[in-house]
Every structure is written in structure tokens, then in C-alpha cells.
């Protein structure tokens, strides 16, 4: 299994970012699939989530703003990041199922104002 | 569902045992059977890794001194005996809601 995430940048404040994550040896459509954020010196925090069945679901820090979504062809997970304030400077990793058992290496995103 | 980990650090001596709990704030019991509990070592500036899955089980290369347990809303990782390379972030994870993460327990040696 590997997941490999991109579009990691720095951007202004208010500005947008998406993520991808692409995934290999297993089907993304078949998993339960996060992306877990990671700040500086910070703690871990689970910011969206596709369910297998489609649903999703997420964090009240970001609800409204972020929108995780799927490319089941691709084998991708996605995550559009709008309206980005401060806080969400930090390192986003792609993180498989509800165990945790998978995680790709994460990328940055940085936001100043 | 909130998990709230402790102690926050924990220092301990070489060859001795360790504990960290994980107290959460709802039943982990997930209607599929399963309790979604999870454990994580992370050093710096690497990706965490899991420990241990569904409560007490022991991921493939993780030494046989880590052991997890509990039920319901408390739940238990145990070191039996502290070696140096343990030292690093432990959290606790549920994936029975979404995700969340415990605070985290730093283990360093004395």
C-alpha cells in the first residue's frame, strides 16, 4: 500500500489549496479514507473523512470551508481547502480506514497573512 | 468523542514499565462489533506509527513489550519495559466517529 499526497503549498490567507492523495494497492472506494492535519509542535486532528459508502464527515473547524471528495477511477482522494485562515498551517496526511493502519508521508501547507 | 489522554508526560527509567490511558468520552463499540481503538508511537519529524489496532492488537514488527487493552469508553497502552528507543509522542486514536486523536503522551527516559 501507498499513498502519496501533493498540492501541499503556501497561500494567503483566504485564499484555497486542494489536495490529493493517490492511492495504490487498495481501492480507495472500498476504504474509509481521512486526512489528518498536523500543526506545528501540535497534536493530530482529523479533518474530513469519506466513508465507503460516499458519506462524509467533518471537523467543526473546518465544516463549510474544506470538502473532501473521491476519483474511484483514479484511486484519489481529494481535499479543497477554501477560505484558509492561520490555523490551518500545518501537515496534512492522507490515512486509511478507521484503524489508522496506512499513512502517506503528508505534505505542507502553510498559510500567512 | 473526545479523548483525553494521560499522564501528558511520562518520564521512566530504562527497563522499567509503562502505562498510558485513554479516556473517552463515549462507547467505542461500533455497531459492526468492532471498538475502533487505535495506538501510535511517533518520533520526531516522522509520520506516526501504529502500534496497536482494535484494542489489543499488535501490529506486524511491533515489539512483543507493547501490549494495549481495555473496553468501552477506558482503555490501556502498556510498555513492559522501557527501552530507549520508546522514547517519543504516543497517541491514542478512536475511528468509530470520524477520527480523533488523544492529546498525546510524551514518554522520555529519566
Known amino acids: 500500500v501507498q499513498l502519496v499526497e501533493s498540492g501541499g503549498d503556501w497561500v494567503l490567507a483566504g485564499g484555497s489549496v486542494r489536495l490529493s492523495c493517490a492511492a495504490s494497492?487498495?481501492?480507495?472506494?472500498?476504504?474509509?479514507m481521512s486526512w489528518v492535519r498536523q500543526a506545528p509542535g501540535k497534536g493530530l486532528e482529523c479533518v474530513a473523512i469519506i466513508y465507503s459508502d460516499g458519506g462524509t464527515d467533518y471537523a467543526d473547524s473546518v465544516k463549510g470551508r474544506f470538502i473532501i471528495s473521491r476519483h474511484i477511477s483514479q484511486n484519489t482522494v481529494y481535499l479543497q481547502m477554501n477560505s484558509l485562515t492561520i490555523e490551518d498551517t500545518a501537515n496534512y496526511s492522507c490515512v486509511v480506514g478507521r484503524t489508522g493502519g496506512y499513512w502517506g508521508q503528508g505534505v505542507q501547507v502553510a498559510v500567512s497573512s | 468523542v473526545v479523548l483525553t489522554q494521560s499522564p501528558l508526560s511520562l518520564p521512566v527509567t530504562l527497563g522499567q514499565p509503562a502505562s498510558i490511558s485513554c479516556a473517552c468520552s463515549?462507547?467505542?463499540?461500533?455497531?459492526?462489533?468492532?471498538?475502533?481503538l487505535s495506538w501510535f508511537q511517533q518520533r520526531p519529524g516522522q509520520s506516526p506509527r501504529r502500534l496497536i489496532y482494535?484494542?489489543?492488537n499488535r501490529d506486524p514488527g511491533v515489539p512483543d513489550r507493547f501490549s494495549g487493552s481495555g473496553s468501552d469508553t477506558d482503555f490501556t497502552l502498556k510498555i513492559s519495559r522501557v527501552e530507549a528507543e520508546d522514547v517519543g509522542l504516543y497517541y491514542c486514536?478512536?475511528?468509530?466517529?470520524?477520527?480523533?486523536f488523544g492529546g498525546g503522551t510524551k514518554v522520555e527516559i529519566k
Open positions: 494497492g487498495l481501492p480507495v472506494r472500498a476504504n474509509d
Open positions: 486514536m478512536q475511528g468509530t466517529q470520524r477520527l480523533t
Open positions: 482494535m484494542v489489543s
Open positions: 463515549h462507547s467505542l463499540l461500533h455497531s459492526d462489533g468492532n471498538t475502533y
